[in-house]
């Protein structure tokens, strides 16, 4: 993905949550935040996700899928519902 025109990796991972590394083989830190500091996710259907984090100043992040991101937002639901099976918080 590109964030603030840098080419990058997001990562999602189930226990760990959001990652975003630089693009570059040196893979270096961008930023990193959990599960529970996501407010809320959207994309624009065409190749943007916005993912706003509650950081104290609402952080919202913008980033360039450069392809659709409906696939991203389908596993991060689907994380998200695990996490709430676990978590015994169902109906």
């Known amino acids: 993905c590109v964030w603030q025109g840098k080419?990058?990796?997001?990562?999602?991972?189930?226990?760990?949550?959001?990652?975003?590394?630089?693009?570059?083989?040196?893979?270096?830190l961008l930023w990193r935040y959990s599960f529970d500091k996501l407010r809320n996710s959207s994309d624009d259907g065409k190749r943007y996700l916005w993912l706003n984090f509650d950081t104290g100043d609402d952080m919202e992040v913008e980033l360039d899928m450069e392809c659709c991101p409906k696939p991203i937002v389908f596993i991060l639901h689907n994380f998200l519902s695990a996490k709430i099976q676990r978590l015994g918080l169902y109906a």
């Open 7 to 28: 080419n990058a990796q997001l990562v999602i991972h189930y226990e760990d949550g959001f990652t975003l590394l630089e693009g570059t083989t040196e893979s270096r």
